[in-house]
């Protein structure tokens, strides 16, 4: 099957980081569906997070302000039902993140069980089509790549390190690959892995 006719489900999570003593836990998700060149949102969660658990000092993201949002939040594994119809996959449909180790991890800690991908990284994807860049993490690959502003305007409100904002940029990204000339015959299993 050819990657431009495959629906990708883009994911990110936010984490409160490493703090000794505590394990890294996801404190935000979000979820966007691209179908061809159609983005639209699946999920854009807040997860429970005990108020007097410390976040990494240096974790990105808004989590100071929603502090009490996040304690009264649902616990991940209380939303794993409502997410598993579009991350369980089936044919034609393939999971995606930039650094997809992050998002592998948590949810095999989530659900040890549950036989998740194929997967596409667009990490390992621009370290692949744009050698040489002094760096790749997203907001720089997708300022690069000139598609911020898009990103913006389906995702108003939001910024980097917002789970539903990097979801979306993920998905702006990979969309502007595969409608590249270059990638039109591009078969998803040549970018995807297990």
């Excluded at 998905?171 to 590249?180: P, Q, T």
Aim: aromatic letters at 8%.
């Amino acid at each position: 099957m050819l990657a431009r006719d495959c629906t990708f489900t883009v994911i990110d999570f936010e984490t409160t980081g490493s703090v000794r003593g505590l394990p890294d836990e996801p404190w935000q998700f979000g979820a966007v569906e691209l179908r061809g060149e159609d983005i639209r949102v699946l999920r854009d969660d807040c997860l429970r997070i005990d108020p007097a658990r410390p976040f990494n000092p240096y974790a990105p993201g808004r989590h100071a302000e929603l502090r009490g949002v996040l304690a009264a939040a649902p616990a991940p594994r209380a939303l794993l039902p409502e997410w598993l119809p579009f991350l369980a996959g089936g044919p034609g449909r393939v999971l995606v993140a930039h650094n997809a180790a992050t998002e592998k991890r948590i949810l095999a800690a989530l659900a040890p069980l549950l036989p998740l991908g194929p997967w596409v990284d667009t990490l390992k994807l621009a370290r692949a089509v744009l050698p040489g860049r002094a760096g790749y993490e997203l907001a720089r690959v997708v300022r690069d790549a000139g598609l911020e502003g898009t990103a913006r305007g389906l995702c108003p409100g939001r910024d980097w390190h917002d789970a539903l904002f990097d979801a979306t940029a993920t998905a702006v990204l990979l969309r502007a690959w595969l409608a590249s000339s270059q990638w039109r015959g591009v078969a998803a299993d040549a970018i995807a892995e297990r």
